[in-house]
């Protein structure tokens, strides 16, 4: 049996039939807020017309996000300048040329840069925050990370320490209660976690609405 808790969208990305039954010898929890309720907290902390996103076009789950994004920001009248990463010799994306990707986002009037959970975008935060945050563009990051450790202004998350036990509780549904993991649903968790780091928001001169402060988790670093 397979239990996954790092899958963005296990569906479309076809390792899932549906979410209440695989049709197959696997399982999980989804370790990432739906695109939906991220792109309403970017509204409610600052309106966009413009979003700016960075993606490996290697990796099936940031596709399928990408697309998403696109749809959702449509219905609300809004546009999404979704960017590639170039890829090397051997086909992997590599990091040549992000500043440049940013600062044309920045020309083009996007108001968010949209961090969304990409293994790739995860292992170049140091150099894309600093430049978004240069250039004055506020960003968005879908995984806990993004905000604790990648610089990001404000991210909407599920806790690993929460998604781990999710998917640990469904490893004991296979494993001692004997279900085959087709029967047990995959699942997103049902409560999130809004970090606002407010050491980015003063540079930015971007500050959240009050009424974010009474259920926000502010970090200063």
């Known amino acids: 049996?397979?239990?996954?808790?790092?899958?963005?969208?296990?569906?479309?990305?076809k390792i899932a039939r549906s979410?209440?039954?695989?049709?197959?010898?696997?399982?999980g929890a989804v370790?990432?807020?739906?695109?939906?309720?991220?792109m309403r907290a970017m509204q409610a902390y600052k309106p966009f017309t413009s979003l700016g996103v960075l993606y490996s076009p290697t990796e099936e789950n940031s596709r399928v996000i990408v697309e998403?994004?696109?749809?959702?920001?449509?219905?609300?009248?809004?546009?999404?300048?979704a960017m590639p990463f170039k890829l090397n010799e051997a086909g992997r994306p590599t990091a040549d040329g992000v500043e440049e990707m940013?600062?044309?986002?920045?020309?083009?009037?996007?108001?968010?840069?949209?961090?969304?959970?990409?293994?790739?975008?995860?292992?170049?935060y140091d150099r894309v925050t600093?430049?978004?945050?240069a250039l004055g563009i506020p960003t968005f990051a879908a995984a806990e990370r993004g905000v604790r450790e990648g610089g990001a202004l404000?991210?909407?998350?599920?806790?690993?320490?929460?998604?781990?036990?999710l998917a640990a509780a469904k490893a004991v549904e296979i494993l001692v209660e004997g279900k085959a993991p087709k029967d047990v649903p995959i699942e997103t968790l049902k409560r999130f976690s809004l970090i606002i780091n407010?050491?980015?928001?003063r540079t930015l001169q971007i500050y959240p609405p009050i009424t974010m402060l009474n259920y926000a988790e502010i970090v200063t670093s």
Request: proline share 6%; net charge positive.
């Open 68 to 81: 998403e994004t696109k749809a959702i920001c449509a219905k609300m009248g809004a546009s999404v300048m």
């Open 19 to 27: 979410d209440t039954s695989s049709g197959r010898n696997v399982t």
């Open 130 to 133: 600093p430049t978004a945050l």
């Open 198 to 201: 407010m050491r980015v928001a």
């Open 31 to 38: 370790h990432v807020v739906p695109t939906d309720v991220h």
């Open 1 to 13: 049996p397979v239990v996954f808790a790092l899958v963005s969208a296990p569906v479309r990305s």
């Open 102 to 124: 940013i600062r044309q986002m920045r020309d083009k009037g996007v108001n968010w840069l949209y961090l969304l959970p990409d293994t790739f975008l995860g292992s170049i």
């Open 154 to 165: 404000v991210g909407l998350v599920s806790r690993y320490y929460s998604v781990g036990q």
